[in-house]
């Protein structure tokens, strides 16, 4: 659920930033693209922190090595927020970064059903995780079209 307000805050303060005068940011569509951006360097940071250790037990234990692919998605989550800010890549990062949520979704799943926690709390039960996949989904698909 922070992660839901992050990004809506994100989009905000950015669509103010363009309100402001500021030219890459004078459409929600650019603000939505930039909070994405924004949003996926700070989901990415818990790949390579502590929380790292939750996010390895989110993934199904068919996975081999589990905090490798904790690091690789941490790496891929970073470099598609650096694709989304590039003009000449912006739609592959938005095309790779809607996979990589697709099957990210997996863990979420198996979270859920196996009640892993992250941080000592329940992760995002799937009735509300499943309606944010989709609007990061959407919005991505939304944003990479300008």
């Not at 930033?17 to 994405?36: E, M, R, T």
């Not at 700070?42 to 390895?56: E, P, Q, S």
């Not at 598609?80 to 979704?105: E, H, N, T, Y």
């Not at 959407?138 to 300008?146: D, F, G, I, K």
Request: charge should be positive.
């Amino acid at each position: 659920m922070l992660v839901l307000i992050v990004l809506l805050a994100a989009w905000l303060v950015f669509r103010a930033i363009g309100a402001a005068g500021v030219h890459i940011l004078a459409s929600w569509q650019h603000s939505a693209l930039y909070a994405l951006a924004a949003i996926f360097v700070f989901t990415a940071t818990a790949h390579f922190n502590k929380m790292k250790h939750d996010l390895a037990q989110m993934i199904p234990s068919s996975f081999p090595r589990p905090l490798l692919i904790v690091y690789i998605t941490g790496v891929l989550e970073l470099l598609g927020s650096a694709g989304l800010v590039l003009p000449q890549f912006r739609r592959l990062a938005g095309i790779c970064l809607m996979a990589l949520l697709v099957g990210m979704f997996v863990a979420n799943v198996n979270a859920a059903k196996r009640g892993v926690t992250l941080r000592g709390k329940l992760p995002t039960p799937l009735w509300l995780r499943t309606p944010m996949q989709i609007l990061f989904i959407a919005l991505l698909w939304w944003s990479t079209r300008v």
